[in-house]
């Protein structure tokens, strides 16, 4: 049946976020509402919110949440009510030539239930979910296939954060970057996704890991994840890096900020024939420039990472193992734990590069 739940709406983008109740349809063929337990605020939502990613409006944002099934529609054969589920924001239709060439991270077609109204506001207006899962409500309605099961012993609320900032941030390092046992990192941006590279290239056992911010309060929290060091960016930044690094660079620098600034300074710190990573998502207007020495003569890879370069059905089972053994700490990414209504707060100190993870926590699940 249709439902009337709280949602954080964004009617125009530029314009903050309101609490307002939307009316949810029921869950069509092989969907499923969801009651939202926890949803992470992530920089791509402040990006859509502010117009640097493009999101048709009104939008209901929010794509790193978990919460429980609370109704299946016909044809669902994998989940039933009550069952706990992280939302894969991403999800791949397994039969298009990325699908079945094991790049199911790529696929075109993960993206287009973003596209598509999945709910109307008070006045009958159709509104857009952010990222497809629309998570900054009290409920959602999704795909079955955007639904990944979590585990009883595994804390509801922190599996959250599995649904994009560790999948990204791990994956990049596991996948894209494919660091190895010695290797030596840096990582520019300790955000959410950021701490989880950090945790990644500890997990993949490099011997240094530099871990760069602007905002100080990052490196204690950096260390405590598995930073070897904590430095802050500035002109000497690659002269210090190469210092760590007995003076070559670092073999994998992994951006997870999205400005041309740090994708350059990424490129910048890793050693002649490493590799940048680019986890970032910036604006389209925001470009960078290469002199035509430069690329043949440091030999780099500039290579870019999307949702981890994962498969969540098959990576996300890992990551719980990680989470179970204690080599992945879920509960320290998270600096907040907030109200819906504090979301624009959460952007706020988002911007100004304060705390790691805001974690918006539901009530009455
Ligand atoms: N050098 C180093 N760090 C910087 C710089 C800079 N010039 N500018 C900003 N930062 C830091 C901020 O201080 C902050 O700690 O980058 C971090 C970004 O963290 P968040 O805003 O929390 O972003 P997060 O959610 O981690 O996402 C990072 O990944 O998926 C993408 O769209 C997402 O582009 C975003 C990136
Ligand atoms: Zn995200």
């Given at each position: 049946?249709?439902?009337?739940?709280?949602?954080?709406?964004?009617?125009?983008?530029?314009?903050?976020?309101?609490?307002?109740?939307?009316?949810?349809?029921?869950?069509?063929?092989?969907?499923?509402?969801?009651?939202?337990?926890?949803?992470?605020?992530?920089?791509?939502?402040?990006?859509?919110?502010?117009?640097?990613?493009?999101?048709?409006?009104?939008?209901?944002?929010?794509?790193?949440?978990?919460?429980?099934?609370?109704?299946?529609?016909?044809?669902?054969?994998?989940?039933?009510?009550?069952?706990?589920?992280?939302?894969?924001?991403?999800?791949?239709?397994?039969?298009?030539?990325?699908?079945?060439?094991?790049?199911?991270?790529?696929?075109?077609?993960?993206?287009?239930?973003?596209?598509?109204?999945?709910?109307?506001?008070?006045?009958?207006?159709?509104?857009?979910?952010?990222?497809?899962?629309?998570?900054?409500?009290?409920?959602?309605?999704?795909?079955?296939?955007?639904?990944i099961p979590i585990p009883a012993d595994i804390d509801i609320e922190q599996a959250a954060l599995?649904?994009?900032?560790?999948?990204?941030?791990?994956?990049?390092?596991?996948?894209?970057?494919?660091?190895?046992?010695?290797?030596?990192?840096?990582?520019?941006?300790?955000?959410?996704?950021?701490?989880?590279?950090?945790?990644?290239?500890?997990?993949?056992?490099?011997?240094?890991?530099?871990?760069?911010?602007?905002?100080?309060?990052?490196?204690?929290?950096?260390?405590?994840?598995?930073?070897?060091?904590?430095?802050?960016?500035?002109?000497?930044?690659?002269?210090?890096?190469?210092?760590?690094?007995?003076?070559?660079?670092?073999?994998?620098?992994?951006?997870?900020?999205?400005?041309?600034?740090?994708?350059?300074?990424?490129?910048?710190?890793?050693?002649?024939?490493?590799?940048?990573?680019?986890?970032?998502?910036?604006?389209?207007?925001?470009?960078?420039?290469?002199?035509?020495?430069?690329?043949?003569?440091?030999?780099?890879?500039?290579?870019?990472?999307?949702?981890?370069?994962?498969?969540?059905?098959?990576?996300?089972?890992?990551?719980?193992?990680?989470?179970?053994?204690?080599?992945?700490?879920?509960?320290?990414?998270?600096?907040?734990?907030?109200?819906?209504?504090?979301?624009?707060?959460?952007?706020?100190?988002?911007?100004?590069?304060?705390?790691?993870?805001?974690?918006?926590?539901?009530?009455?699940?």
């Amino acid at each position: 049946m249709s439902a009337t739940v709280r949602a954080a709406v964004m009617r125009e983008v530029g314009t903050p976020l309101r609490i307002e109740e939307i009316t949810l349809p029921a869950p069509g063929p092989n969907q499923v509402r969801v009651r939202m337990a926890a949803t992470g605020v992530c920089h791509s939502d402040l990006s859509l919110a502010r117009g640097t990613l493009a999101q048709p409006v009104p939008a209901v944002l929010g794509h790193e949440g978990a919460g429980r099934v609370i109704e299946v529609g016909d044809g669902v054969r994998g989940l039933r009510i009550g069952d706990a589920v992280l939302l894969n924001w991403s999800p791949p239709c397994r039969g298009c030539w990325w699908c079945t060439h094991g790049e199911p991270y790529l696929c075109p077609r993960a993206g287009d239930s973003a596209t598509v109204a999945y709910a109307r506001l008070g006045d009958g207006a159709e509104l857009f979910p952010g990222l497809g899962v629309a998570a900054f409500a009290t409920e959602t309605v999704v795909a079955e296939a955007a639904c990944i099961p979590i585990p009883a012993d595994i804390d509801i609320e922190q599996a959250a954060l599995l649904g994009c900032a560790v999948l990204t941030g791990v994956g990049a390092v596991i996948h894209a970057a494919a660091v190895a046992p010695g290797d030596s990192v840096a990582v520019i941006g300790l955000g959410g996704v950021g701490l989880c590279a950090v945790q990644g290239a500890r997990i993949a056992g490099a011997s240094v890991i530099i871990a760069v911010d602007g905002a100080p309060d990052k490196a204690d929290l950096a260390r405590r994840l598995g930073a070897t060091d904590a430095l802050e960016p500035g002109p000497d930044l690659g002269k210090r890096i190469r210092a760590l690094t007995d003076g070559r660079g670092v073999d994998h620098a992994i951006e997870c900020v999205g400005r041309a600034d740090t994708i350059r300074t990424a490129w910048s710190v890793t050693r002649r024939g490493g590799q940048a990573t680019i986890v970032g998502l910036g604006a389209k207007s925001d470009t960078l420039t290469f002199n035509a020495l430069e690329v043949a003569h440091f030999a780099r890879t500039l290579r870019g990472s999307m949702y981890g370069n994962a498969d969540a059905a098959v990576d996300i089972p890992v990551l719980l193992e990680h989470v179970r053994s204690g080599r992945l700490d879920l509960a320290a990414l998270v600096t907040r734990r907030i109200g819906l209504d504090d979301v624009e707060n959460a952007f706020a100190e988002m911007a100004a590069g304060q705390g790691a993870r805001s974690l918006i926590v539901f009530e009455g699940r």
